[in-house]
C-alpha cells in the first residue's frame, strides 16, 4: 500500500487548504483512510477518518472547539484519493499533515493493515 500525500504548504491564518492523498495498491474491500497531525513537540493526533465502503467518518469527537466544524474530509472514490480541507487555518494548525490506511480493520497504528504517507506540511502565519 502507498498513500502519497499532497497539498502542504506555507498560507496565512484565515485561509483555507485542501490537502490530498492518493491511495494505491492493495487496499482490500474494506479499508479506511485517516488524517492525522503532528505539530512541532507535540504528539500526533487523529484528525479524521473515512471507511470507504460506505463512507462512514469518524471525527475526532475529542477535539477542542477551535479544532470542530474547520476540518472536513472528502473522497474521490474512482481514485482512491482523500481530501481534507481545513478553513480558517489558524498558527496552531502548523503541523504534519499524514494520511494512513486501516486495511485490515486494526487500527491505523496497528502493524497488521496500517500504512502511512510521509507526511505533507502546513505552516500557517499570522
Known amino acids: 500500500v502507498q498513500l502519497q500525500a499532497s497539498g502542504g504548504g506555507l498560507v496565512q491564518a484565515g485561509q483555507s487548504l485542501r490537502l490530498s492523498c492518493a491511495a494505491s495498491?492493495?487496499?482490500?474491500?474494506?479499508?479506511?483512510l485517516g488524517w492525522f497531525r503532528q505539530a512541532p513537540g507535540k504528539q500526533r493526533e487523529f484528525v479524521v477518518a473515512?471507511?470507504?465502503?460506505?463512507?462512514?467518518?469518524?471525527?475526532?469527537?475529542g477535539a477542542p472547539e477551535s479544532v470542530k466544524g474547520r476540518f472536513t474530509i472528502s473522497r474521490d472514490a474512482a481514485r482512491n484519493t482523500v481530501f481534507l480541507r481545513v478553513d480558517n487555518l489558524k498558527p496552531e494548525d502548523t503541523a504534519i499533515y499524514y494520511c494512513?490506511?486501516?486495511?485490515?480493520?486494526?487500527?491505523?497504528?496497528?502493524?497488521?493493515?496500517?500504512?502511512w504517507g510521509q507526511g505533507t506540511q502546513v505552516t500557517v502565519s499570522s
Open positions: 494512513a490506511a486501516d486495511t485490515a480493520g486494526y487500527g491505523f497504528e496497528d502493524k497488521r493493515g496500517g500504512y
Open positions: 495498491g492493495h487496499l482490500g474491500s474494506d479499508f479506511a
Open positions: 473515512m471507511r470507504w465502503s460506505n463512507g462512514q467518518i469518524y471525527y475526532n469527537y
